[in-house]
């Protein structure tokens, strides 16, 4: 049986940062937040693209369902095909994260990519991410549920060639075991940048 946790605080990323030593959001004072929002400032630029890196690097050795490869390495074939075709680096590190929910939230695994990445990333990409499983239904002929006509409710949108062109080249054809990847360390300084940008808040209507 696991122990259970100890009543301590968790450590501070520095070591001179301050915990804000109260068990409740109502009794934090004025200064109490604005000690803790000059350190979340920090903690995010230097920890939100490392975890999305880590949610990706610890699934590299996990077992598949039965393509030849992985979700990881698929996702690592995609951003290095993306890659080797000049790609913009944010379209390479959509490319990198496009199914990193893939397993664990799948049917809805575009949206979750889209809500990592949403904040740092064009309307166009969000766009793609969101509808890119729907978009593939093309290129799986046989599949017995899925929907080639399904896409053409969004025919003429200006975003539609560009779904339509991931999935083709950078997502349906990434699933080869003999492709040469680029390795995870390659995509690194894009991931850091791309997350380095200004978040764009997300209105939801
Ligand atoms: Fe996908
Ligand atoms: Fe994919």
Request: a negative charge.
């Amino acid at each position: 049986m696991d122990h259970p946790l100890e009543p301590v605080n968790s450590p501070l990323l520095y070591a001179d940062w301050q915990h804000i030593d109260k068990i409740s959001l109502e009794h934090f004072s004025t200064k109490d937040w604005q000690v803790l929002q000059s350190q979340r400032h920090i903690y995010y630029r230097e920890q939100q693209a490392r975890q999305a890196l880590r949610m990706l690097a610890d699934s590299e050795a996990d077992e598949t369902f039965g393509y030849r490869i992985n979700n990881f390495r698929h996702c690592l074939q995609s951003a290095t095909m993306a890659l080797r075709d000049g790609l913009n680096e944010e379209d390479i590190v959509v490319s990198l994260f496009h199914d990193i929910g893939f397993i664990s939230c799948p049917d809805s695994h575009g949206e979750f990519a889209a809500a990592l990445l949403g904040n740092y990333v064009s309307e166009r990409n969000r766009w793609m991410l969101r509808r890119h499983a729907i978009f593939q239904d093309v290129h799986c002929p046989h599949h017995p549920h899925a929907d080639p006509q399904a896409r053409e409710r969004w025919r003429g949108h200006p975003n539609f060639e560009w779904a339509a062109t991931f999935v083709e080249r950078y997502d349906q054809a990434a699933i080869d075991p003999a492709y040469e990847c680029a390795p995870l360390s390659h995509f690194e300084p894009m991931v850091m940048r791309l997350f380095s940008r200004p978040s764009q808040p997300l209105y939801i209507d």
